[in-house]
């Protein structure tokens, strides 16, 4: 059995490209939400969107690549770039033998989807010809993760993991495992999404969960927790993390932002789309991971709630916190970063652990913005529109995903 530390990190973010531009619009609580630019949605009831700007893919990839593959993969490349350099690890220079001892974890909830409503658009528009030649690779999960090792020649496992919002935590989750245990050296591990295209931006309409009140003021439409929210903001992007055992990073002499101590998750086994109110899973998911690292709830000095915004998912989540934490649950400060970046599917754990971690580092936990006025049912402390100075040890990252899946992350600060 061995420790495991996250000695980098990478980020892709709607609310900052790079690491420390999402962790400093995260603390400051600047939004990434913003009108959807990338096709027109006028007339809809959602034209919102945690859409990212500025990101050229064209600086990963070749016109010739991008056009057999979606935003997912370069965005995928990109933050697990920033995480190889972020932890000085130094790819090119790896021979054969310590190539086939990187393994690759990605999570994802659809993967490429924009580009496979793409094909699809050509295809019903006569106009096949113009359809890739890579729709069927690019349009399989699978892929996602072979683009990365096939990108920085890692000859490891290469694992994509598919479980809703929990996608990215599992994956972590299984990376955490495989080190801890001696099965990979170096795990790559992370999540992204690129959902933002219209027929994902309907089907999530439908199921009458999205918000819809405030397009006009897009920075505030993700309000998890409030009483006045009306549901999740659909997000995209890509954060990734190196992770490799004491042994390695000590032997490095690696700069460390934590240490993966616990992993715990559940299934409800109760419905596609909806949480069973009592929380007991989702609870359980937490405990799982505080027992597998040996932490008591009132250790745990911070939590980055699932926090969608959604009616049921805030008040059931609240409720689980009371059962995973007892008596230390209104002690217990946390934040949801959906409320700067909307909801990113797949990716989401992801985005919670880079905050954590950051958070972790700095000495600070990142506010919930917009929450003028807490639910009545939501009664605990989600460090309120304004960040908080205070120290972090040891933390928790929850996460919910239809198919009434749930997934934790116990993690502690590196020493």
């Known amino acids: 059995m061995q420790r495991v530390f996250v000695t980098g990190i990478g980020a892709v973010s709607p609310n900052g490209l790079g690491r420390e531009e999402f962790w400093r619009n995260t ?20 034209r919102i969107a945690g859409e990212i700007v500025g990101f050229d893919p064209l600086q ?20 697990v770039g920033e995480a190889l350099e972020d932890a000085r690890l130094d790819w090119r220079g790896m021979d054969l033998d310590a190539l086939r001892r990187v393994s690759v974890y990605t999570g994802s909830g659809g993967g490429n989807q924009e580009f496979t409503e793409r094909q699809y658009s050509l295809y019903y528009s006569g106009q096949q010809k113009k ?31 598919s479980n809703g919002c929990t996608s990215s935590t599992d994956a972590i989750g299984y990376a955490y495992r495989a080190v801890k245990h001696g099965e990979a050296g170096i795990a790559v591990c992370g999540g992204v999404d690129a959902p933002i295209a219209p027929l994902t931006l309907r089907g999530f309409q439908l199921l009458r969960i999205m918000s819809t009140g405030r397009n006009e003021t897009p920075g505030e439409a993700s309000r998890p927790f409030s009483g006045d929210r009306d549901g999740f903001v659909l997000a995209e992007g890509a954060w990734f993390f190196v992770l490799e055992s004491e042994a390695s990073a000590r032997a490095r002499g690696a700069a460390i932002y934590g240490e993966i101590a616990g992993y715990g998750a559940t299934c409800e086994a109760f419905h596609r789309v909806r949480l069973e109110e009592v929380g007991i899973e989702p ?29 049921l998912n805030d008040r059931v989540e609240t409720a689980a916190v009371k059962l995973a934490f007892g008596k230390s649950a ?50 605990l402390d989600y460090v309120a529109n304004v960040g908080r100075a205070m120290e972090i040890k040891k933390a928790m990252v929850n996460t919910i995903a239809f198919g009434s899946k749930n ?7 590196g020493d």
């Open 27 to 46: 603390r400051d609580g600047v939004s990434g939400v913003r009108a959807i630019t990338r096709f027109d949605c006028s007339g809809q009831p959602v």
């Open 60 to 79: 990963y990839m070749d016109a010739r690549e991008l056009d057999g593959t979606g935003l997912a993969t370069p965005y995928a490349i990109a933050a």
């Open 131 to 161: 359809c890739s030649v890579y729709v069927i690779p690019s349009s399989t999960l699978g892929t996602l993760a072979s683009e990365i090792s096939m990108r920085y020649g890692f000859r490891g496992l290469s694992h994509m993991f």
């Open 283 to 311: 609870a359980r998911a937490m405990s799982l991971a505080m027992e597998e690292g040996g932490a008591a709830p009132e250790e745990i000095d911070y939590l980055q709630y699932h926090g969608t915004a959604t009616q």
């Open 330 to 379: 209104g002690k217990l400060a946390g934040s949801s970063v959906k409320s700067v970046i909307g909801h990113p599917q797949g990716a989401c754990g992801a985005a919670s652990l880079a905050a954590t971690l950051l958070a972790m580092r700095d000495g600070f936990a990142p506010p919930t913005i917009n929450l003028k006025q807490a639910a009545a049912e939501c009664d």
């Open 407 to 413: 997934a934790a992350l116990l993690v502690e600060a």
